[in-house]
């Protein structure tokens, strides 16, 4: 018997993807650590400690005895976006794909070990319309189809006015076609984030949005439990 | 936060719309609502208030508040705009020990009522919200509770003992080692006496210094009330939101009461909350106010904020007229105290701490006017700042090893022993963080080897590229690992492997251009990728994406497949797909995959080898179920004039 030619993983042929779809209008893929510092995971990001909002993120810690500072399996590729302006003046325009932690139960659709993908971008009079217009481009693209966005109210932490984002798959063959689906959260970067990073929020604007790409896979490709990405098994792997 | 519609018409009146309606709207300008049921004859919407609302509504009257904003109308009857009085009585002393953890705290005093059942429409409604009736003054503490957000708690002031003709309370931190007894949880009959730590905020009894409850999370015992009690001590304060959050985070107790403490609601609102109480207590159990009692000791802050009709139109990229921003900032109750041409300087209400910075507001225009308003940009092409180096190198390494069949895992960042241990695991198997990919490829090989042939392959290769984690003096770090695993023999390790594994890692070396220093041992190389990445060239672009097939997963079967060889002669001239036909058609459903292995021609003959897969996506297969089907097979394969073998 031949050896026949093996298999991408569905995440990492989809992060490629997504860089490609982003690549095209300009937005630089960024990476950071996925052990991190309370200061970056959550500090930067306006999460201050004994706040509810801490909740919205169930996060595991490093033991004190093995860090200098507290320090986290980081909670979402967020921080990335805080190292990244730190060190480049706008404008900015990233796409940080990432594995990220949650400490919870998991089931079919939660692992405690996923993929988020976050895009940030920041420039002189950036408002939501670009928002709405960037994923409309890019869910159009990645699920070959044109796609509809519209925002509902929301809220993060790390961004002011934040939004929830559905989206609608018009003209496609797709199960998805023709229905609203939750995908993700988002909004304009929080002005002490902007500031926290010494980018003057009275000159710039910026979106920021994330999605797990785990949940991507399951509308694009109709994965039934997200835990199989992380087993290791072929009998998953080797139908992509 | 469960809503009932019904309670909100008594803010809204008659221009409360449908729960169909109140939903769409909470839904596309508020909150995201969970679901509606009836429960004890009312419809009980359950919205999903965001943590930034948490402060004014987790509560019917903040709801109310909402839709009326947002459907710009005015409350029928507001709580909170009606003025608070009630005469002060000097029968009850509070001292605050420490303002910023209580700065404010009221007392009011009731004498004269009757403990009996509370009247069955507010019984209903408490039902409604999932609460037990208990008597009229508990159910009314909790009922003001949900219709301003504003815990409360009776007391019997017969069993309060007082000093100096006063009933003494106290507001203080814990001392190390105090323990204090608090009211049995759900479902136990026994109370929990709780050791402090000196972070908890206690209310004490002050002639005596004596612990009665965690403030702020729940009550104890002491001056329960009971069904002789006639006269009561009703208190309602405040508490620094973060003392109150971590103790009932730390003592995992999370009670109506601490959800809406740890949130903040209004310095301003206990006034509010004593006037209604006392009014409902006085209907339902009789009885007569002598006073309120108000401790106020660092008043709340006014938020005064300027927002320019710029910066909303700059963020939202609407095109809003100074005017319309005007409007829509005035339906949330705010004041406008000052206007010039491009801007206007205004107070918030004064229950809506979230209200703070310009962005604050400029959220609330973006809601209450519409977000579907907003109109997309569409992005334009532009070039690339930046190559990132891991992911050009990283699709590089993937493309030869896929050419050389190893399939792509990525498996788990947890494990059951190693030396970075996390302090809150999700399982005792998972309390470490990976410092090598090697244990799980190993791990992968050994699961994946006996789905050899229903994969239709002839040995297991895979390889994972991944972040590992390792210990330094001083911290945790981590890299990019690469790991490649190879097993062609079901019993484990063979020799055979490491030679499939080098030229894996010679091909990947070969795309670098350059050495990668690999750990190998039993079929399992490793190597680390961040320090080679390290020195590799910046490349100008990305290499295209070959094209991406259609992909549709289904599900695998969990069951064991079952494999059959079958060898036939036949004719020269009759192709390998033809044959293939035959056997898929004969054998039936369970025939999940065929492959031909072996081919040969002899005197005009060809012969052909498959290996047939069968597998059930409901049940584990035995002989006794495939010798039948091999029978059929068999006999379509004579039956075409075909020699088995």
């Known amino acids: 018997m031949q050896t026949p030619q093996g298999h991408q993983h569905p995440l990492t042929s989809m992060i490629s993807e997504i860089n490609a779809i982003f690549a095209e209008i300009g937005f630089v893929f960024a990476e950071g650590p996925e052990a991190e510092t309370e200061h970056y995971n959550f500090n930067m990001l306006n999460v201050p400690k004994d706040h509810p909002s801490r909740d919205m993120q169930d996060t595991f810690w490093f033991k004190d005895k093995d860090v200098s500072e507290p320090m986290v399996l980081r909670t979402q590729t967020s921080p990335v976006q805080v190292r990244y302006m730190e060190k480049h003046e706008p404008p900015i325009k990233i796409i940080i794909p990432g594995k990220v932690f949650r400490n919870e139960s998991t089931d079919a659709t939660h692992e405690a070990q996923f993929y988020q993908l976050e895009g940030l971008c920041i420039d002189k009079g950036i408002h939501l319309g670009h928002l709405k217009g960037t994923l409309e481009y890019f869910f159009s693209k990645f699920f070959s189809g044109k796609t509809e966005v519209r925002f509902r109210p929301s809220f993060f932490p790390f961004v002011e006015p934040g939004v929830e984002i559905d989206m609608k798959l018009l003209e496609s063959d797709s199960k998805l076609a023709g229905k609203w689906i939750e995908v993700m959260g988002a909004g304009m970067v929080h002005p002490n984030v902007l500031k926290g990073c010494n980018i003057d929020p009275a000159i710039y604007s910026g979106f920021a949005f994330g999605i797990g790409i785990d949940r991507l896979g399951v509308m694009k490709y109709g994965i039934e439990d997200v835990r199989d990405s992380y087993t290791g098994d072929l009998r998953f792997v080797n139908q992509f | 936060m469960k809503v009932i519609h019904s309670w909100l018409k008594d803010y809204l009146g008659e221009s409360l719309p449908d729960v169909n309606k109140v939903e769409e709207l909470l839904t596309f300008h508020a909150f995201e609502v969970d679901g509606i049921e009836e429960v004890a004859g009312e419809s009980v919407i359950d919205v999903d208030v965001l943590p930034n609302r948490s402060s004014d509504c987790l509560s019917m009257r903040g709801i109310a508040r909402e839709l009326a904003t947002i459907t710009d109308t005015a409350l029928a009857r507001d709580p909170l705009a009606e003025l608070v009085s009630l005469s002060p009585t000097d029968k009850v002393s509070i001292q605050i020990a420490d303002s910023a953890a209580c700065p404010r705290f009221t007392a009011s005093v009731i004498t004269g009522v009757t403990i009996k059942e509370s009247p069955e429409w507010l019984q209903k409604r408490l039902r409604a919200m999932g609460q037990r009736p208990i008597n009229n003054i508990v159910d009314a503490t909790n009922y003001v509770m949900y219709s301003l957000g504003q815990p409360m708690h009776a007391y019997d002031a017969d069993l309060f003992p007082q000093m100096n003709g006063q009933w003494q309370i106290g507001i203080r931190f814990a001392v190390v080692g105090e323990t204090v007894s608090l009211l049995a949880e759900g479902g136990k009959t026994e109370d929990r006496i709780i050791e402090l730590t000196g972070t908890e905020l206690l209310i004490v009894e002050g002639s005596t210094d004596s612990p009665v409850g965690l403030a702020g999370v729940k009550g104890g015992r002491f001056a329960e009330l009971h069904s002789g009690t006639k006269n009561i001590i009703i208190e309602a304060a405040h508490f620094d939101p973060q003392v109150i959050r971590k103790t009932a985070r730390r003592l995992g107790i999370l009670t109506d009461a601490s959800k809406r403490f740890e949130n903040e609601p209004s310095r301003e609102l206990p006034p509010y909350a004593q006037r209604d109480i006392i009014k409902l207590i006085t209907e339902i159990a009789g009885g007569e106010c002598v006073g309120l009692v108000d401790e106020y000791l660092v008043k709340q802050k006014e938020n005064i904020t300027n927002v320019s009709r710029i910066n909303v139109n700059r963020l939202l990229g609407l095109n809003l007229s100074l005017a319309e921003v005007k409007k829509i900032i005035l339906r949330t109750g705010a004041e406008v105290i000052e206007e010039d041409s491009d801007s206007i300087t205004v107070r918030s209400p004064w229950e809506r701490s979230d209200l703070v910075i310009e962005e604050d507001y400029i959220e609330e225009v973006g809601r209450i006017y519409g977000l579907h308003n907003i109109v997309s940009v569409m992005p334009e092409a532009q070039s690339l700042a930046e190559i990132n180096v891991k992911q050009y190198y ?156 259609q992909v549709s997963y289904k599900a695998f079967s969990l069951y064991p497949a079952i ?83």
């Open chain 2, 563 to 645: 494999a059959r060889d079958i060898a036939l002669w036949v004719d020269d001239g009759v192709v390998a797909e033809v044959v293939a036909e035959t056997l898929v058609a004969a054998a039936g459903p369970l025939l999940v995959r065929h492959t031909l292995f072996d081919t040969f021609t002899k005197d005009a003959r060809t012969s052909y080898a498959f290996r047939l897969i069968f597998q059930s996506t409901e049940r584990t297969l035995t002989d006794i179920e495939i010798n039948p089907i091999m029978e059929t097979v068999y006999q379509a394969v004579t039956a075409k004039g075909w020699e088995g073998r």
């Open chain 2, 394 to 549: 990283t699709e590089r390494i993937r493309r030869v090893l896929l050419e050389q069949g190893f399939s792509e895992v990525m498996t788990s960042s947890f494990q059951k022993k190693g030396t970075i241990q996390l302090q809150n695991a999700l399982a005792s198997d998972k309390s470490y963080v990976r410092e090598s990919l090697r244990k799980n490829i190993t791990a992968v090989l050994d699961a994946n080897f006996i789905h050899t042939d229903l994969l239709g392959i002839p040995d297991i290769r895979v390889f994972e590229i991944g972040t590992v984690f390792i210990k330094t003096e001083t911290s945790v770090s981590e890299y990019i690992a690469i790991s490649l695993g190879v097993r062609t023999k079901g019993n484990g390790y063979s020799p055979k492997d490491d030679v499939i594994i080098k030229n894996g890692c010679t091909a990947v070396e070969k795309i670098l251009g350059a050495e990668v220093v690999w750990q190998t041992e039993k079929g399992v190389a490793e190597g680390n990728l961040d320090v080679v990445l390290k020195t590799l060239p910046v490349p100008d672009a990305y290499d295209a994406l070959p094209a991406l097939s």
